[in-house]
């Protein structure tokens, strides 16, 4: 059962574009929000981070905007660079019911490529 | 320089045949996760363990198994049941519940 759906499966962008990437949840009991970027044969790595309370969140050039009534959050690249070209992922966790941040559900996953 | 290795980067094996990957952490984490990672899936759980001499499935478990004798190490065991063990597997670890989780670089494992 896939409890996070994300969208696009692929994005292309120009340099300097915005880059959006959207994320839909099932359960309301999630109460974590990151979103990880993992290039090619590595790793993915935590980029940014949400939790329910908050309506965004912005880090440097990434922004998370969250909405809890539509169970939906977004991460937005400004100013996309060729650099950011990477897969996306979102995840979610409930750590208030005594899990730990580890316990991730992921998305599906978005391949961004910004052309130069 | 404090981090989670994974090794090997590579693993070839034949159908049938058990497999072992290794994840070594020296962060002095307490939990440690093991993912898979399959094109167009996203990560999915296959175990954690959130302290030693204990660990927990998630949501893949079955044809793998674990051990977690020590804090540093959490190796992970193909078995001959995993009808499909094809894929790009992930260690993490983070200290308890209270961090975001930090990967390894990863296993490809190809079973032909």
């Known amino acids: 059962q896939q409890q996070v759906k994300q969208s696009p499966q692929s994005l292309i962008v120009q340099k300097g574009g915005i880059s959006i990437i959207n994320c839909a949840y099932e359960?309301?009991?999630?109460?974590?929000f990151p979103w990880y970027q993992q290039f090619p044969g590595k790793g993915p790595a935590l980029l940014i981070a949400i939790r329910p309370d908050v309506s965004e969140k912005k880090e440097g050039r990434f922004t998370i905007s969250f909405n809890k009534s539509a169970k939906q959050f977004s991460l937005h690249i400004m100013d996309s660079q060729p650099g950011d070209s990477a897969t996306y992922f979102c995840?979610?966790?409930?750590?208030?019911?005594?899990?730990?941040?580890?316990?991730?559900?992921f998305g599906q996953g978005t391949i961004l490529t910004v052309h130069p | 320089d404090g981090g989670i290795t994974q090794s090997p980067k590579y693993l070839f094996r034949k159908e049938g045949q058990n497999v072992t990957l290794s994840c070594e952490q020296n962060l002095n984490h307490d939990a440690m996760y093991w993912y898979r990672q399959d094109p167009g899936q996203g990560l999915r759980l296959i175990y954690y363990?959130?302290?030693?001499?204990?660990?927990q499935k998630g949501d893949i478990a079955e044809g793998y198994s674990v051990s977690r004798e020590k804090k540093e190490s959490f190796p992970l065991t193909v078995t001959s049941a995993q009808k499909n063990p094809t894929a790009f597997y992930l260690c993490a670890s983070s200290i308890g519940a209270v961090t975001e989780a930090f990967f390894g670089q990863g296993t490809r494992l190809t079973v032909v």
């Open positions: 359960n309301t009991a999630f109460d974590y």
């Open positions: 995840a979610a966790t409930n750590y208030a019911g005594g899990t730990s941040y580890g316990k991730l559900t």
């Open positions: 363990s959130q302290i030693v001499n204990d660990f």
